[in-house]
C-alpha cells in the first residue's frame, strides 16, 4: 500500500541520519558519575525534537536519577494509544583501544553506523521519533494516539522509571506499548520479540573467620569462605548445566508445540554460533535441549562474579574472613521471582559446609514475561512488517531481561509490542557497537507501517 | 648472668624503638609495584644502619627485584659464624579501613606496636640488629663472627634470595643460620620453631567464552568460568577437609611419638583458640587430628581469591570471559613441591568440566623443613632463652612456610635457629599488626645472650 509518511521517510533519510550522528555524539554513560550532566544533555535533545515534530506536553520528569523524556500526541479520538518506550543512557566504552573508530564520534563503515548507542538504543529511539515525525508532516496527523516516555537508566537498572510507572500516572494510560531495544533474529528477517526470561540477581556473602587470617598459620584449622562458595556453588548446578535446588524447575510452563516448531525452522547453526558468537571450546547447558530452548525457555543459573580475598598480581596466602559471590538466576514462565529466590535461600541454607555462617540476598529481580501472538497490535506490526519487509514475521523470544515490559503489564495492564532493529552482532555492550542502516531505514518504515495498521 | 650488652639494651631500649618506628613508616609492600622504590629506601635505612654498628662489607646486592641487603662481622677468630635472616618488606595493607590506626604509622596501644610489618617481620629484624649493637657497643666485639642477610621479597615468593643462596656465594659461608621470622607459642614461652611447612602456590586460570557475554543472552549455553572454578574446587577437597587429589598424601612422614607428645603437653586449647583467633562459627580440618596435628603436621589446601569478571557493588551480569582462582597448598615433610604441583594439575586437568580451557600455573614454592634438636646452636639458644624468660624452651612447628629454611639448608648445608618473639594474634597479614612490646624488648635480649651463648 502506498504511505505518503514513508514516502516523507524516504526523502528525509539523510538528514535523519544526520541527526542521530548529533544524538550519538553525546557521550550519555549513565554508569559513570561524570557523565551525569551529558545524560541530561541526551533527555534535552530528545525532548526538543518531540516539541519539534509536534508533540505536546513535553517536559523532563526528574526522578532520583537521569530524567525520563515525556511528550504525546492525542488527537486520534477513538483510536488507541500507543506507549513509546527506549532509553537514551549507553553502556561505558571500556575497553577502549578496542574501538576502531572513535565510540562517540559515529562512523560509517561497510553498511553500518558505528559507535556507542548506535544500536542500543539511540538509533532506535530516533527510529521512533522519525517514524512519528514522517507521519505527522505527511498528513498533519497520527492514525493513532501516542505517548512516548524515554528514560536514561535502562542500563543500571532503571529505578526511576519502574517508580514512576509503579505510581501509575494517568499520562501513562495506554493500550499498548511499542518497545524498540530489542533485535531481528537474523539479517532481512523481520521479527517481534513475545517472550523474556525474568531474573534474581543475588549475593551470597560466607563469612568464616573474625579477620583475614594467614593460610600457612591457619590451614588446617580456618573455614575457607571461597572453599565453602566453591562447595555451595557446584551443589547449586552440575557439569551438564542442571540445577540441583529442590524445586526450582516446579511449574515451569514449557513452549508450545507449536512455538518449538517455529524455533526449530528459524535460521540458526549451533556450530556458528559456537565460533562466532561464544567462541568457547563448546557450548554448555542442559542435555535434550537445543541452545534457543537453553536461552530462551530454560532458567540458568550463573556466577558474575566472587570478590573477597586477593585479587592482585602474584602471591598473597591470606584466609579471607569473608567473600561473596554474585549469583543470578535466569526465570522463564511458571516461575516467580519470590518463589525462587526463597528455593535458592533456603537450600544454601542447608547445604551451606560446617564453620562458615551465610547471608543470601536479593539484590533484584524481574518477573518472565509471555506476550499473546494473538493479540491485535502483535497482528497489525505482523501486518506492517511483513510489508516493510517483504518476508514473515518470526516470532522469538529472549533470554535477556527488559522489566519494563513486566512492569507496563503489571502496573499499566498492557501488552508491549517489542519491534527492533538490531543485529545479533551488534555488539552492544562491547566495543564497536554498530547499527545497520538499512535496519535504521526499514525501522523507521516499519514503525510508520505498524502505526497505520493500528489505526485500522 | 650478667651481660653487659643486656645492661646496655635495656638503657637503650627507648631510642630503639623510637628507631623501629621511623622503619615501619616505610611503606616497603613488595607486592605492589607502586611501592618499589619504598622497598628500597627500607632496603637503604637497614645497610646505613648496618654501617653505624660496626658491620663492614655492607651493601645492596641487586636482584631482579628488590635487593638484598648484607653485611658482616668476621673478627671473632675460630668462633662460628651465623647468618642472620629477615625480611623489611610487608604484606599490603588491605582492607584498610580496618585498622584502628594507620597501617604505616606506628602507634603504641596497650604495650603494643600496632603498624603493618611491626610482628612481620620488621620489629624482629630491628631486635637483632639492636642486639648486635648492644654487643657491639658494649664489648666493642661480638663473641662470634656475624653475617647479615635481609631481603625484600619474602612476601612475594623470595625469588631473589633463592637465586643468590643457590649461588653458594662465598660472602655466606656460615655455621648456622639465625631466623627471626616467628612466633612463641603462647606469651612468655620461650619458643624454638624446628619445623615449616612448604608450600605451592598456583593460579587455576579458566576460560570459556572468548569475550565477556551478557547472562541473559547467553546464559545456558556459554561456558561460565566462575562455575567452572567452584566445581573444580569442590573436588580438590572435601567438606571434611580430606584433600581428594590422587596420590596427593602419599609417602608423608609423621612426627614421632615424642613430638606427639610433647604438642599434647602444650598450653592449648582448641575452643580458647577458635573463639580469640579464629573466630568462626567451628574449626574446620581432618577428623582424628588436633589442631596443631592439622595445622603443622598435615598438608592443606586453601583459596586465597578468585580475580574476574564483576566485583563493584550491585549487578553486572556478565558471563566473564575468564577467571583465575588462587590455590595454594600447604606441604609436610615427605612431600614435595614438584610431585605435588605435578599431582594438582593432572588431576585439575582431568577434572576440569566441558566448555573451559585451563591453565594451571606455579607461582612459587617452598620445600617442607624440620630442624634436628640435638644440634649445638638449636642447646644454646635454649639456654639463652630459659635464662632470658625464665622458663623451659618449647619446641614447637609452624604451619607456615620459610622458603629460605629450606635453602639455606640445601644449599649452604646449614642448619636453621628459628627464634621468633611473635606472638599467634599478632595479626600479620591483616589489619592491625602489632608486635607486643615487652617481645620486641627480651627479643633482643634473647639474641644477645644466644650469641654469648654460641661463643661460649
Keep these: 500500500m502506498s504511505s505518503p509518511a514513508v514516502a516523507y521517510a524516504r526523502e528525509n533519510h539523510p538528514r535523519f541520519l544526520n541527526e542521530l550522528k548529533d544524538l550519538l555524539r553525546i557521550p550519555s554513560i549513565s554508569t559513570l558519575p561524570e557523565n551525569k550532566a551529558d545524560c541530561r544533555r541526551a533527555a534535552e535533545f530528545l525532548l526538543a525534537e518531540l516539541t519539534h515534530i509536534g508533540f505536546e506536553h513535553a517536559k523532563l520528569l526528574e526522578t532520583e536519577g537521569n530524567p525520563l523524556v515525556y511528550a504525546d500526541w492525542l488527537h486520534a479520538d477513538g483510536k488507541p494509544i500507543a506507549l513509546f518506550y527506549g532509553h537514551y543512557d549507553v553502556q561505558p566504552t571500556d575497553p577502549e583501544d578496542e574501538w576502531l573508530s572513535p565510540p562517540f564520534e559515529p562512523t560509517e563503515r561497510d553498511g553500518n553506523l558505528y559507535g556507542r548507542g548506535t544500536c542500543d538504543d539511540k538509533g532506535q529511539v530516533w527510529a521512533q521519533i522519525k517514524a512519528l515525525e514522517s507521519l505527522m508532516a505527511a498528513n498533519g496527523k497520527l492514525p493513532i494516539n501516542v505517548r512516548v516516555l524515554l528514560e536514561g537508566e535502562e542500563e543500571v537498572g532503571g529505578e526511576g522509571i519502574e517508580a514512576f510507572v509503579a505510581s501509575k500516572p494517568p499520562e501513562l494510560k495506554s493500550d499498548f506499548a511499542l518497545v524498540s531495544d530489542t533485535e531481528l533474529f537474523a539479517p532481512g528477517l523481520p521479527t517481534l520479540c513475545v517472550g523474556l526470561r525474568g531474573m534474581i540477581y543475588t549475593e551470597l556473602e560466607v563469612r568464616g573467620a573474625k ?122 514462565p511458571g516461575m516467580t521471582p519470590a518463589k525462587t529466590f526463597a528455593l535458592y535461600k533456603d537450600y544454601v541454607e542447608k547445604i551451606a559446609p560446617a564453620g562458615v555462617d551465610i547471608e543470601v540476598r536479593l539484590i533484584h529481580s524481574g518477573d518472565p514475561c509471555l506476550v499473546r501472538v494473538d493479540n491485535p497490535y502483535i497482528q497489525a506490526a505482523t501486518t506492517a512488517l511483513r510489508e516493510v519487509w517483504g518476508q514473515e514475521t518470526v516470532f522469538i523470544r529472549s533470554g535477556g531481561s527488559i522489566p519494563i515490559v513486566g512492569d507496563f503489564d503489571r502496573n499499566l495492564g498492557i501488552p508491549s509490542v517489542m519491534m527492533g532493529f538490531g543485529l545479533p552482532d551488534d555488539n552492544i555492550h562491547a566495543p564497536n557497537e554498530k547499527f545497520h542502516l538499512k535496519n535504521f531505514e526499514l525501522g523507521i518504515e516499519s514503525i510508520v507501517r505498524f502505526l497505520e495498521e493500528a489505526g485500522k
Design 211 to 332: 579477620t583475614d587470617l594467614h593460610s600457612g598459620m591457619y590451614g588446617g584449622a580456618a573455614p575457607n569462605p571461597f572453599v565453602a562458595i566453591a562447595q555451595i556453588v557446584a551443589k547449586l548446578k552440575d557439569e551438564d548445566g542442571h540445577i540441583l535446588i529442590p524445586g526450582f524447575y516446579d511449574g515451569i510452563i514449557p513452549p508450545s508445540p507449536e512455538e518449538l516448531a517455529a524455533w526449530s525452522s528459524l535460521p540458526f547453526d549451533e556450530e556458528h554460533y559456537r565460533l562466532t558468537e561464544v567462541g568457547s571450546r563448546t557450548l554448555v547447558g542442559e542435555a535434550g535441549y537445543s541452545v534457543l530452548q537453553r536461552t530462551w525457555a530454560r532458567p540458568t543459573l550463573d556466577v558474575h562474579g566472587i570478590p573477597g580475598g586477593f585479587i592482585g598480581a602474584g602471591a598473597k596466602t591470606v584466609i579471607p574472613a569473608k567473600a561473596t559471590a554474585k549469583v543470578s538466576m535466569r526465570l522463564v
